[in-house]
């Protein structure tokens, strides 16, 4: 996260309450006030996220500021009068009628002009052709421990036969993991029809497809949980993932733990490498 997005914003709002309060000309009504907060609160979400907000999640999130913006506004009865008061004289009073009957013309004019185009917009062809599953680097860092992709392997697999109940641990805490972190984009069903999916780009990935996890090993998936969108190569884009990079916020246990239940609920079993290696 950029903090010194947020810090600026910090420091805007509050130069901006102290002018208010020692100059009367400067000070702000309570409907400016839900205006600046919400754009304050819209910066902060648009650039202080390293990875970006989808445009799905941030209509959530915007609709969500805003029905609590108009809530604290209508709470105080003389805060939601003092609100009014502009817009009833803006609406009514004749020294406002040109600024009224330019908005009023404004408005539609701006929508027709947004529907023209994006309606008129020519098709751009990728610059290069995308890989769905892009090739993994042999080696990477995890929690500052160098890994080896090439031969790693999923350290609780062989709990499977050799423990099951262990095994059946692992697995009621990936299942917990996958629950707490990965089911909003993937789905309940890890179809990749989660409720942000239609924001991303690409769109998650499909679990239940045969072509999909079945064809790989674990440690490239223990490669993309770990690293996420900001560690997804040149030839895995254009992308628009907001995929974090789970090893700022999860053990390394907890992303196996999670891998083991991806393949036991959709059914699948992991590619081995002797397969890789005769191919």
């Not at 789905?187 to 679990?207: E, K, Q, V």
Request: a negative charge.
């Amino acid at each position: 996260m950029r903090l010194w997005v947020v810090a600026v914003v910090a420091l805007v709002l509050i130069a901006l309450g102290l002018a208010s309060r020692r100059w009367d000309r400067l000070r702000i009504g309570p409907l400016a006030w839900i205006a600046v907060w919400g754009a304050a609160i819209w910066l902060v979400l648009s650039f202080a996220f390293i990875v970006p907000v989808p445009a799905s999640v941030m209509n959530i999130y915007m609709g969500i500021v805003i029905l609590a913006l108009l809530v604290y506004l209508s709470s105080d009865r003389e805060r939601l009068e003092r609100a009014k008061r502009p817009v009833v004289a803006f609406l009514t009073e004749r020294r406002f009628a040109p600024y009224l009957a330019a908005v009023v013309l404004l408005i539609p004019l701006l929508v027709v002009t947004n529907i023209y185009l994006a309606s008129s917009a020519p098709p751009v062809a990728p610059a290069f052709g995308r890989s769905v599953h892009p090739a993994p680097p042999d080696q990477i860092t995890v929690h500052e421990q160098a890994i080896n992709l090439v031969t790693l392997n999923n350290p609780y697999r062989h709990l499977e036969d050799d423990d099951p109940a262990a095994f059946a641990d692992h697995l009621a805490n990936g299942r917990r993991v996958y629950y707490e972190n990965c089911f909003y984009c993937h789905g309940d069903l890890m179809r990749g029809a989660g409720i942000f999916a239609s924001g991303l780009n690409p769109i998650p990935t499909n679990f239940q497809d045969v072509n999909t996890i079945s064809q790989l090993q674990e440690s490239f998936l223990f490669w993309r949980i770990a690293k996420g969108a900001p560690g997804l190569p040149p030839e895995g884009g254009p992308w628009d993932s907001a995929m974090p990079a789970w090893e700022k916020f999860l053990s390394e246990e907890e992303m196996w733990d999670v891998i083991l239940f991806l393949y036991d609920f959709t059914g699948s079993r992991p590619r081995a490498r002797h397969e890789m290696e005769h191919e």
